[in-house]
C-alpha cells in the first residue's frame, strides 16, 4: 500500500504569493503629520484616478430629481346613506364585539355638520347637489381688537361724519344712475365718498352668489357689512340695490347707529321702469327666459318709513342732478358734511 507523503509548497509559489500580498496590501501611513494628512489608501487614489474631472473630462449630464407634493386629500362631501349619515370617502362604522361602534351616531352627525357647514354643500341622494348654502358655523374663540384711531379721529381729519346711503328701487329705476351723480356731487364739494353697486358686487364680492331668495339675502348681508365698515372708515357710503325684501333692508339698517342709515326709495311706477329697460331685461323676463325677476315673477317690498322718497311729480321724473340735490341736502342738514 503506496505511504501518503507530506505536501511541501514549491519556493517559487511561496515567493509568487508573497509578493502579490504584499502589493495588495496598503502601504502604513507615513510617520510625518503633514505628510500623513495627504495619505489616503490605494482604493481612495483608484477612485479618483477614474473621476472625469480629474482626468479634463467633461462632466457627465446630472439627473435632475424632481420633489412632487402629496397629493391633497379628497374634499369631505357629506352624503344621505340608508341607516344614517356617513361621509364619503371615509370609511364606514367598523362594528366591535358586543355589537358597538368605533364612531357612534352623535359623532358622525356632528362630522356631517362640520363638514357641510364648511363646504357649503347639501346633498340628497347620490351626489346630487340640491342647494348650494354660504353660511359657515359661527367663528368661537375670537375677541375685538381696539385701534388707537378711531371713526370719530377719522371723521375729523375728513371733516365729514361716515354714513350710508341706501338706494333702492326696481331695476331701471335709475339707482345706479342718481348713485353716480350723487358721488359726483360729493366730490366736487371735496367730499369722500364711494359707490357700491349691485352688479359691480357681483363680479368680485358676489359673484358665487345667484338670485334665490336666499341668495339674494346674503348678498345684501355681505353687502351692509362691507357699508358699515366704509362708514366707520368715516366715508359717505352711497349703496345702489334692488334689495327687493324689506327684512333685508332693516337688518343693514340695524348696523348703524345714531340715524347714520339713510334709505333713499325712488318709487317709480314699473310701468315707467320697463319702458326704459336700459339692459333688456324686463324683456327677457316677459319671454321667460329670466325667472324670478323683481317686478315681474318676484315681489319687491317697498320701504315704509324711508328717510327719502322720491318719484314722479306731474307723472314727470326728476332729472338726476335734482334727485342728487335732494339727497345732498337731506345729508347737509343731519351734519353729515360736516366736521
Known sequence: MEASLPFHRHPAASSTAAHHAARLTPPPPPRDPRA???????????????NPANLGLPHPPRRLRLRLAPPSPAPRITAAVKGGTRCRGAPPPVECAGGG????????????????????????????????????????????????????????????????VWITGLSGSGKSTLACTLDRELHTRGKLSYVLDGDNLRHGLNKDLGFKAEDR???IRRVGEVAKLFADAGLVCIASFISPYRRDRESCRALLSDGSFIEVFLNMPLELCESRDPKGLYKLARAGKIKGFTGIDDPYEPPLNSEIEIKEVDGVCPSPSDMAGQVVTYLEEKGFLHD
Open 217 to 219: 339675502a346674503e348678498n
Open 101 to 164: 361602534s368605533r364612531r357612534p351616531r352623535e359623532e358622525e352627525e356632528e362630522e356631517e355638520r362640520s363638514s357641510t357647514a364648511h363646504a357649503g354643500v347639501s346633498l340628497v341622494g347620490k351626489d346630487k347637489v340640491l342647494q348650494m348654502s354660504s353660511t359657515v358655523p359661527k367663528a368661537s374663540n375670537i375677541f375685538w381688537h381696539d385701534c388707537a384711531v378711531g371713526q370719530a379721529d377719522r371723521q375729523k381729519l375728513l371733516k365729514q361724519k361716515g354714513c350710508v
Open 36 to 50: 500623513a494628512a495627504r495619505w489616503v489608501t490605494p482604493a481612495v487614489a483608484l477612485a479618483r484616478s477614474r
